[in-house]
């Protein structure tokens, strides 16, 4: 789908509800395929939890998770502690260029009956369930938390449970941390100190509902478009809790700098345009929160405030190399940005070029990142139903907002 957004103004005033957090959802999906006593609530609709959702409960022996990473990682580990059970893993053909050794490596440590299928190192991964007895075992901890994440949800279904030796400089601690919440909620006890993580077997008890909070990612993208709207313009976004597990939740205090108060009520926010003081300049580490990148970066393009954004090494192993894909669509507005293997530079924003045609590469953040951009000037973006991907309802959301958009198949 090629989507044109014309140059729109907005509602001053909306409601938006959007869907459970996948990032949550994928981890809970899975403590349930193990425990069956927990009941969820508010699961994202997201094609990633859609995939999730129906590989745990497929008994075929080929699976296809297509573009879904984090169901990759996690239904690596899941398939590989249940006995007898030989599933082929693969995914689409990007998943099949983004690495897992690391986690195949670890989960083999542990005892695991992983082989390749393909590439040494890639998806598709060959996995032949059976009992793993070992409890301690090392990983490197600066590449992905997925592979921890991974390991630390099959942890409590191990016999002695897990203890988990970090390697290096951990990367995305809050999306470890949310794990980890998530096993304390339904009553596991675990422990986080320095560089270990211990996770004791958990026994199945009394029935456990969990409500899943709504996604801070997605809510990024209405900072931004009220960052570019009217002083007085807000927007009512729910659920969404004070005491958040997301790491993304620090956009509250990033897009303070851009004039965006939010406020909590009950268990919605409210974001308010409440000035344009905006800082000349913005320097961010991302390291924990690096699926914002993108909307933070096109924000301080359409704002002309230049940046600095570090810690974003995971970006170049994502649906697509969001370094590369961003240096490359930020040009077609007239500005350019630097980008090493972990850091973009956003200097002297230009006035933005009208008629670009932003290229997605399979990557709902890239589609969703430019489209706040339509408050200030006219472009279109190709492949633009990408953003189903985690948002499903984005566009609709869009129009009630009073976005102005048309489509034609390509």
């Known amino acids: 789908m090629h989507l044109l957004l014309q140059n729109s103004k907005i509602n001053l005033s909306t409601d938006i509800t959007i869907t459970g957090s996948k990032s949550e959802s994928n981890r809970l999906l899975l403590l349930k395929a193990l425990f ?10 997201s094609d990633d939890s859609q995939h999730m959702l129906k590989a745990l409960s497929s008994e075929a022996t080929t699976i296809d998770i297509h573009h879904a990473g984090t169901a990759m990682r996690f239904l690596t580990a ?102 980890l919440s998530l096993l304390e909620k339904i009553g596991v006890e675990t422990s986080f100190e320095g560089q270990t993580i211990h996770v004791k077997p958990y026994l199945e008890t009394d029935s456990k509902t ?23 313009t807000q927007v009512r976004l729910s659920t969404y809790k004070k005491d958040s597990l997301q790491g993304d939740a620090v956009l509250k205090e990033i897009y303070n700098q851009m004039g965006v108060e939010t406020t909590f009520e009950d268990s919605k926010i409210t974001l308010k345009k409440i000035n344009n003081f905006l800082p000349e300049s913005i320097d961010i580490d991302l390291a924990n929160a690096p699926d914002i990148a993108q909307t933070i970066v096109v924000s301080c393009l359409g704002l002309k405030i230049q940046c600095q954004i570090t810690g974003l090494h995971t970006l170049k192993i994502k649906e697509t190399d969001r370094l590369v894909a961003l240096k490359s669509e930020i040009y077609k507005f007239g500005t350019e940005i630097n980008i090493s293997n972990d850091s973009l530079s956003l200097l002297n924003p230009k006035p933005l070029v009208s008629g670009a045609i932003v290229e997605t590469f399979n990557d709902h953040r890239m589609a969703m990142a430019f489209a706040p951009l339509a ?36």
């Not at 069956?36 to 609709?45: F, L, P, T």
């Not at 997605?218 to 002083?231: E, G, L, N, Q, T």
């Not at 200030?376 to 009630?400: D, G, H, Q, R």
């Open 78 to 179: 899941y398939f590989a502690t249940l006995e007898g059970k030989r599933t082929l893993l693969t995914g689409s053909k990007r998943m099949q260029e983004r690495p897992i050794k690391i986690l195949v490596e670890t989960l083999r440590d542990l005892g695991a009956n992983i082989d390749y299928a393909n590439q040494e190192g890639y998806p598709p991964l060959i996995i032949l369930g059976k009992r793993l007895l070992k409890n301690e075992v090392r990983i490197k901890a600066n590449v992905s938390s997925q592979y921890i994440s991974a390991l630390l949800l099959i942890a409590t279904k191990l016999e002695k449970g897990l203890k988990l030796y970090l390697d290096g400089k951990i990367t995305s601690v809050p999306y470890i941390k949310m794990t």
């Open 210 to 232: 969990i409500t899943v909070e709504s996604d801070w990612s997605s809510a990024s993208y209405f900072y931004s478009i009220v960052a570019f709207s009217p002083i007085g």
């Open 375 to 410: 408050l200030l000037t006219s472009f279109s973006i190709n492949e633009a139903e990408v953003v189903s991907k985690s948002f499903p309802e984005f566009w609709a959301n869009l129009s009630e907002l009073g976005f102005i958009t048309s489509k034609s198949l390509k």
């Open 36 to 45: 069956s006593s927990i009941e969820i609530q508010n699961i994202s609709n």
